[in-house]
T-cell receptor, first 111, second 116 residues
Framework: QQPVQSPQAVILREGEDAVINCSSS?????VHWYRQKHGEAPIFLMI?????EQKGHDKISASFNEKKQQSSLYLTASQLSYSGTYFC????????????FGTGTQLKVEL | NAGVMQNPRHLVRRRGQEARLRCSPM?????VYWYRQLPEEGLKFMVY????????ESGMPKERFSAEFPKEGPSILRIQQVVRGDSAAYFC??????????????FGPGTRLLVL
């Protein structure tokens, strides 16, 4: 069963912030976040391992609550280049290394 | 450092033909994953391979699909007797040969298969 992401779509003005959520019904070992532009490969953003780790990368950060099986991606001071579809990929506890990807969140940043 | 390479980037086949998709992992990576993406949908896991071994094929359709990762050369995803429903983007990802879980997967540019 694939993780559920919310919101499904969001439109921002440049400089605004956004939060994308990923929720799984399964116990998780790790959460991986990717951004994909239309017709291109998914680009790796970050990985969060169980233990409540919060990671950051420039103005993009994320958190992982393993008890709730939820992760959130935080985009701060959005830029035009942030536009794309964001996917969370979950690695289930006991499920091997494969990733189960979420439903995706379409993000559009406008001037 | 070259990334994950896939070829061809676009492939057109008629119903009943065979499709062969190739994936060369990043330098130093020995784990390969294949995912399929239908238009406007997320990625669906198909198969996970290490050199000469299939580790997890739980996402592979039972018929017509096969994958290999030989000791030498690229990983190959083979689809026999293609049908229109096989039209999709097929992505390959690779990860380093470290043990354990939580390995980052880096994706290639994908092969867009169109079945006429």
């Amino acid at each position: 069963q694939q993780p559920v992401q919310s919101p499904q779509a969001v439109i921002l003005r440049e400089g605004e912030d956004a939060v994308i959520n990923c929720s799984s019904s399964k116990a998780l070992y790790s959460v991986h976040w990717y951004r994909q532009k239309h017709g291109e490969a998914p680009i790796f953003l970050m990985i969060l391992l169980k233990g409540g780790e919060q990671k950051g990368h420039d103005k993009i950060s994320a958190s992982f609550n393993e008890k709730k099986q939820q992760s959130s991606l935080y985009l701060t001071a959005s830029q035009l280049s942030y536009s794309g579809t964001y996917f969370c990929g979950t690695e289930q506890a006991g499920g091997g290394n494969k990733l189960t990807f979420g439903t995706g969140t379409q993000l559009k940043v406008e001037l | 450092n070259a990334g994950v390479m896939q070829n061809p980037r676009h492939l057109v086949r008629r119903r009943g033909q065979e499709a062969r998709l190739r994936c060369s992992p990043m330098k130093g990576h020995s784990h390969v994953y294949w995912y399929r993406q239908l238009p406007e949908e997320g990625l669906k896991f198909m198969v996970y391979l290490q050199k000469e071994n299939i580790i997890d094929e739980s996402g592979m359709p039972k018929e017509r699909f096969s994958a290999e990762f030989p000791k030498e050369g690229p990983s190959i995803l083979r689809i026999q007797q293609v049908v229109r429903g096989d039209s999709a983007a097929y992505f390959c990802a690779s990860s380093p040969p470290t043990s354990g879980r939580g390995k980052t997967q880096y994706f290639g540019p994908g092969t867009r298969l169109l079945v006429l």
